[in-house]
């Protein structure tokens, strides 16, 4: 099975801080992606990656910047959090294959701003 | 600007009854319709897809109806059980593509199903 891991569950910074949302997967897929998901807004994607070192806006990357190093490891980043970037982070993870593959989600971090 | 649009909001169905979720689409080049399901504290997990190239799709009591010439589909939970209550979200996608980009998801707004005794 499919296993990718978010490094914090609950998470609680202040205006103004840097912030790091880690996410790992363990099935070597080549893609990986980060969401939010807010009430009523569905979840919308902040940006993505198909190799490493390599990234794509997704529909809101304002506010936002990612890493990947390495393959198994993608990071969101927030430069200067803002009470507005309070909200429920996803990340997941899909097969690079062409054609549609299921992609696979972490538990989420539900991240606060204060 | 919404490409995918889901209904309704909150859905409460008894025990036993039909649970029927809708989308639609604006983006004629969609070509691979994904639904997920959601418990509380979980991520989302992949339900059940479909294809426009097929009309129905059932997987045990979870089935997609596609309507292409609409361009919407649906979801319908036959015998909704207490186990079923989640939220769900309806996605699409171009899977075909040849440049990167077809693993990219568009998602509804989601639906909470709520099945009572």
């Known amino acids: 099975d499919v296993k990718v891991t978010q490094s914090s569950r609950y998470l609680v910074k202040r205006t103004g801080e840097k912030v790091f949302l880690e996410c790992v997967q363990d099935?070597?897929?080549?893609?990986m992606f980060w969401y939010r998901q807010d009430p009523g807004l569905g979840l919308r994607l902040i940006y993505f990656?198909?190799?490493?070192?390599?990234?794509e806006k997704g529909d809101i990357p304002e506010g936002y910047s990612v890493s990947r190093e390495k393959k198994e490891r993608f990071s969101l980043i927030l430069e200067s959090a803002s009470t507005n970037q309070t909200s429920m982070y996803l990340c997941?993870?899909?097969?690079?294959?062409?054609?549609?593959?299921?992609?696979?989600f972490g538990d989420g971090t539900r991240l606060s701003i204060l | 600007q919404q490409q995918v649009k889901q209904s309704p909001q909150s859905l409460i169905v008894q025990k036993g009854g039909i649970s029927i979720i809708n989308c639609a689409y604006e983006n004629t080049a969609f070509d691979y319709f994904p639904w997920y399901q959601q418990f509380p504290g979980k991520g989302p997990a992949l339900l059940i897809a479909i294809r426009p190239d097929v009309s129905e799709k059932k997987e045990g009591r979870f089935t997609i109806s596609f309507n292409k010439s609409a361009k919407q589909f649906s979801l319908h939970i036959m015998d909704s059980q207490p186990g079923d209550s989640a939220t769900y979200f309806c996605a699409a996608s171009v899977s075909l593509s040849t440049n990167f980009g077809n693993e990219k998801l568009t998602f509804g707004t989601g639906t909470r199903l709520t099945i009572i005794p």
């Open positions: 990656s198909y190799d490493v070192k390599m990234k």
């Open positions: 099935m070597d897929h080549e893609n």
């Open positions: 997941a993870s899909s097969l690079g294959t062409l054609g549609a593959q299921p992609q696979h």
